[in-house]
């Protein structure tokens, strides 16, 4: 089978996933400098990839760069394991920076999407290899496994679980797919050959008194 990138939505994670809204942290890390010369803001091992979603808030009183917006998406440029720049679209040109700001906290958004999308790659691991390949719209105990995965995902990436909590949780969701994949309809070459479909006669009868008539017809 071929996982769909996702099982469930990002409501579901909350509705039926049992996560309360507002429950994850978002951590961010202080920026150390911001240049207004280079476009440039310094901060060791920030660990962004190219093309990264990045989000920007002050801190303590403190204030945003010109003209970076709070709770705006931005996209990283990283120059080296310390400095980058940023640009309003993903590869887009660098911002200029006209302030530098002060106390300037940079996050990265929660992987909501790819906690679902890993959910997802996991039940479909789960299932037999007979079960007919899942299409929308999906069964609802699959929707709400997923989201339930999906949540204590984003709640062991930012501390909220642990991994010996994330471990129950998959044992549990395997009983869960085991159970209901029971029920599943067999398809493709795992389909057991049909049999008793058809009874077929191989014994020649004996006829010692002659009660049967010569044509095999009885009277």
Not at 39 to 52: N, Q, V, W
């Amino acid at each position: 089978m071929t996982a769909p990138s996702a099982y469930c939505v990002d409501a579901d994670v909350y509705e039926l996933g049992g996560l309360p809204r507002g429950a994850l942290p978002n951590p961010g890390r202080l920026i150390a400098e911001v240049s207004t010369g280079t476009e440039i803001l310094t901060l060791d091992g920030h660990g962004f990839r190219a093309g990264a979603k990045l989000l920007f808030r002050p801190e303590g009183g403190g204030s945003l760069p010109a003209p970076l917006v709070a709770g705006t998406t931005y996209y990283a440029l990283p120059l080296t394991d310390s400095t980058f720049q940023v640009a309003a679209t993903s590869g887009g040109s660098p911002i200029n920076l006209t302030t530098a700001g002060s106390r300037v906290v940079v996050s990265t958004p929660l992987p909501m999407a790819g906690a679902i999308e890993w959910a997802s790659a996991l039940i479909d691991d789960m299932l037999p290899a007979h079960a007919v390949p899942l299409t929308s719209p999906y069964p609802a105990i699959v929707v709400a496994t997923a989201a339930e995965l999906a949540a204590w995902r984003l709640l062991s990436f930012t501390g909220g679980a642990s991994a010996d909590a994330l471990s129950t949780r998959l044992a549990n969701a395997q009983r869960v797919i085991d159970r209901w994949a029971k029920g599943l309809p067999i398809r493709g070459a795992n389909v057991p050959p049909a049999a008793g479909l058809a009874v077929v006669a191989a014994t020649t009868a004996t006829d010692a008194r002659g009660w049967i008539p010569a044509d095999g017809r009885l009277p």
